[in-house]
């Protein structure tokens, strides 16, 4: 089993649409969790970041955490053709200080 | 504020050439690390450092790889000699949490094409 999973898609949503990306991680002592968009032929960008005590919210964007079944989510409310990207997902492992990345999600927003 | 800086942006060379790449971390940061990302295996950790100290460099591929970080707001990473395999684009990122708790800021990346 991968130390971070994510579906690699592509999932493709209507614009105005939620789009909803989703990470399982094996380690269950994780506690931050992160989430990069990726543009093609550009560097990972962060959106926003979790620690294992709570969900976080910051405009269209919403990460959850669900310890129990050792996954992490991240919503994209009202998506936009701008939203299309692939988007990363990492994890924390056992606090070593480096973090552990899924292969990815393409998001496709279509019109 | 400047973000990590990374040099060259490409570098196209034949195999069995010596590489170098560059990164210069955000300032005040104290942890630096390289990544590899191809299709196939995605974004691959290959070393990181703490306070210029190397901590984990289990991700290097083979002893054609090294990474220095001689003082806090410099390292490369050699390859020697290259390979066609080795084609791929090569992130330096950096964050001043050693614990890994806070986000890694990445360098617009190296492209790297073995001829």
């Known amino acids: 089993q991968k130390e971070v999973e994510q579906n690699s898609g592509p999932l493709s949503v209507p614009e105005g649409a939620i789009a909803s990306l989703n990470c399982t991680y094996s380690?269950?002592?994780?506690?931050?969790f992160f989430w990069y968009r990726q543009y093609s032929g550009k560097s990972p960008e962060l959106i926003m970041f979790?620690?294992?005590?709570g969900d976080k919210e910051d405009g269209r964007f919403t990460a959850q955490l669900n310890k129990a079944s050792q996954y992490v989510s991240l919503l994209i409310r009202d998506s936009q053709p701008s939203d299309s990207a692939t988007y990363l997902c990492?994890?924390?492992?056992?606090?070593?200080?480096?973090?552990?990345f899924g292969q990815g999600t393409i998001l496709t927003v279509h019109p | 504020d400047a973000g990590v800086i990374q040099s060259p942006r490409h570098e196209v060379t034949e195999m069995g050439q010596e590489v170098t790449l560059r990164c210069k971390p955000i300032?005040?940061?104290?942890?630096l690390f390289w990544y590899r990302q191809t299709m196939m295996r995605g974004l691959e950790l290959l070393i990181y450092?703490?306070?210029?100290?190397?901590?984990?460099d289990s991700g290097m591929p083979e002893d054609r790889f090294s990474a220095k970080m001689p003082n806090a707001s410099f390292s490369t990473l050699k390859i020697q000699p290259s390979e066609p395999r080795d084609s791929a684009v090569y992130f330096c990122?950096?964050?001043?949490?050693?614990?890994?708790?806070?986000?890694?800021?990445f360098g617009d990346g190296t492209r790297l094409s073995i001829l």
């Open positions: 990122a950096s964050t001043w949490d050693r614990r890994g708790n806070q986000p890694q800021h």
């Open positions: 300032s005040g940061h104290n942890s």
């Open positions: 990492a994890v924390n492992i056992a606090s070593y200080g480096k973090l552990t």
């Open positions: 979790i620690y294992s005590n």
């Open positions: 380690d269950r002592g994780s506690q931050s």
């Open positions: 450092f703490n306070n210029n100290v190397p901590i984990d």
